[in-house]
Protein backbone atom coordinates (compact mmCIF):
# COMPACT_ATOMS: atom_id res chain seq x y z
CA UNK A 1 0.00 0.00 0.00
CA UNK A 2 1.39 3.63 -1.09
CA UNK A 3 1.66 5.76 1.67
CA UNK A 4 1.85 9.91 1.25
CA UNK A 5 2.54 12.63 3.54
CA UNK A 6 2.48 15.73 2.34
CA UNK A 7 3.05 19.06 4.48
CA UNK A 8 4.27 22.73 4.51
CA UNK A 9 0.84 24.52 3.99
CA UNK A 10 -0.36 27.15 6.08
CA UNK A 11 -1.93 31.06 5.48
CA UNK A 12 -0.37 33.06 3.23
CA UNK A 13 -0.99 36.64 2.11
CA UNK A 14 -1.37 36.89 -1.57
CA UNK A 15 2.12 37.44 -3.15
CA UNK A 16 4.05 35.16 -0.74
CA UNK A 17 5.63 31.50 -0.80
CA UNK A 18 5.19 28.52 0.54
CA UNK A 19 6.92 24.98 -0.15
CA UNK A 20 5.01 22.37 0.18
CA UNK A 21 6.67 18.64 0.61
CA UNK A 22 5.64 14.73 0.45
CA UNK A 23 6.96 12.07 1.20
CA UNK A 24 6.25 8.71 -0.29
CA UNK A 25 6.81 5.26 0.94
CA UNK A 26 5.58 1.50 -0.39
CA UNK A 27 6.53 2.10 -4.06
CA UNK A 28 9.90 2.72 -5.47
CA UNK A 29 10.17 6.16 -5.88
CA UNK A 30 12.41 6.66 -8.01
CA UNK A 31 10.65 4.37 -10.61
CA UNK A 32 8.15 6.48 -10.86
CA UNK A 33 6.55 9.99 -12.47
CA UNK A 34 5.19 12.09 -9.88
CA UNK A 35 2.77 14.91 -9.68
CA UNK A 36 0.89 17.72 -7.39
CA UNK A 37 -3.14 17.63 -7.32
CA UNK A 38 -5.15 20.38 -5.42
CA UNK A 39 -9.00 20.69 -5.14
CA UNK A 40 -11.37 22.53 -3.33
CA UNK A 41 -14.73 21.45 -1.84
CA UNK A 42 -17.24 20.15 -4.25
CA UNK A 43 -14.11 20.35 -7.20
CA UNK A 44 -12.33 17.62 -8.87
CA UNK A 45 -8.99 16.78 -7.84
CA UNK A 46 -6.51 19.07 -10.43
CA UNK A 47 -3.02 18.11 -11.44
CA UNK A 48 -1.12 20.80 -11.73
CA UNK A 49 2.31 20.07 -12.29
CA UNK A 50 4.56 16.57 -12.60
CA UNK A 51 7.93 15.44 -12.52
CA UNK A 52 9.42 12.69 -14.52
CA UNK A 53 10.96 9.74 -12.71
CA UNK A 54 14.62 11.08 -13.41
CA UNK A 55 13.62 14.91 -13.06
CA UNK A 56 14.45 15.65 -16.70
CA UNK A 57 10.76 16.70 -17.68
CA UNK A 58 8.34 18.78 -15.81
CA UNK A 59 5.41 20.52 -16.86
CA UNK A 60 2.43 22.60 -15.04
CA UNK A 61 -0.62 23.63 -15.55
CA UNK A 62 -1.09 27.01 -17.64
CA UNK A 63 -2.51 28.72 -14.36
CA UNK A 64 0.66 28.12 -12.25
CA UNK A 65 2.97 28.05 -14.68
CA UNK A 66 6.22 30.59 -13.86
CA UNK A 67 4.60 30.94 -10.36
CA UNK A 68 5.06 27.08 -9.28
CA UNK A 69 8.01 24.91 -9.28
CA UNK A 70 7.98 21.41 -8.85
CA UNK A 71 11.22 19.35 -7.74
CA UNK A 72 12.29 16.20 -6.40
CA UNK A 73 14.85 14.15 -4.36
CA UNK A 74 14.98 10.41 -5.02
CA UNK A 75 17.75 9.53 -2.27
CA UNK A 76 14.90 10.72 0.46
CA UNK A 77 11.66 9.47 -1.53
CA UNK A 78 10.57 13.57 -1.35
CA UNK A 79 8.48 15.59 -3.62
CA UNK A 80 8.22 19.53 -3.63
CA UNK A 81 6.39 22.24 -4.54
CA UNK A 82 7.74 25.53 -4.56
CA UNK A 83 5.27 28.27 -4.21
CA UNK A 84 5.56 31.83 -5.02
CA UNK A 85 3.20 34.66 -6.47
CA UNK A 86 0.41 33.26 -4.48
CA UNK A 87 -2.87 34.03 -5.82
CA UNK A 88 -6.54 33.41 -3.39
CA UNK A 89 -7.40 31.50 -6.22
CA UNK A 90 -4.37 29.50 -5.54
CA UNK A 91 -6.19 28.37 -2.14
CA UNK A 92 -7.39 24.52 -2.38
CA UNK A 93 -6.16 21.15 -0.21
CA UNK A 94 -2.51 20.24 -2.17
CA UNK A 95 -1.97 16.58 -2.57
CA UNK A 96 0.74 14.55 -3.99
CA UNK A 97 0.92 11.21 -5.82
CA UNK A 98 2.14 9.40 -8.71
CA UNK A 99 1.14 9.14 -12.00
CA UNK A 100 1.09 7.28 -15.28
CA UNK A 101 2.99 9.81 -16.98
CA UNK A 102 4.53 13.20 -16.84
CA UNK A 103 4.57 14.69 -20.29
CA UNK A 104 3.66 17.75 -22.89
CA UNK A 105 0.59 15.58 -24.28
CA UNK A 106 -0.94 13.18 -21.55
CA UNK A 107 -2.91 14.00 -18.38
CA UNK A 108 -1.66 13.58 -14.88
CA UNK A 109 -3.25 10.70 -14.23
CA UNK A 110 -3.51 9.00 -11.02
CA UNK A 111 -1.09 5.72 -10.91
CA UNK A 112 -3.23 4.72 -7.31
CA UNK A 113 -5.89 5.62 -5.52
CA UNK A 114 -4.06 5.73 -2.35
CA UNK A 115 -3.71 9.35 -1.07
CA UNK A 116 -2.60 11.28 1.68
CA UNK A 117 -4.33 13.98 3.80
CA UNK A 118 -3.27 16.43 1.84
CA UNK A 119 -2.27 20.22 3.14
CA UNK A 120 -4.38 23.17 2.82
CA UNK A 121 -2.99 26.36 1.18
CA UNK A 122 -4.82 29.51 1.84
CA UNK A 123 -4.13 32.61 0.57
CA UNK A 124 -5.72 35.45 1.42
CA UNK A 125 -6.11 39.05 -0.48
Known amino acids: QVQVAESGGGLVQAGGSLRLSCTVS????????MAWFRQNPGKEREGIAC????????RSIESVKGRFAVSRDNGKNTLFLQMSGLKPEDTAMYYC??????????????????WGQGTQVTVSS
Open 97 to 114: GAVRYCSATRSMTPEYDD
Open 26 to 33: GLTFENHA
Open 51 to 58: ISWNSGYS
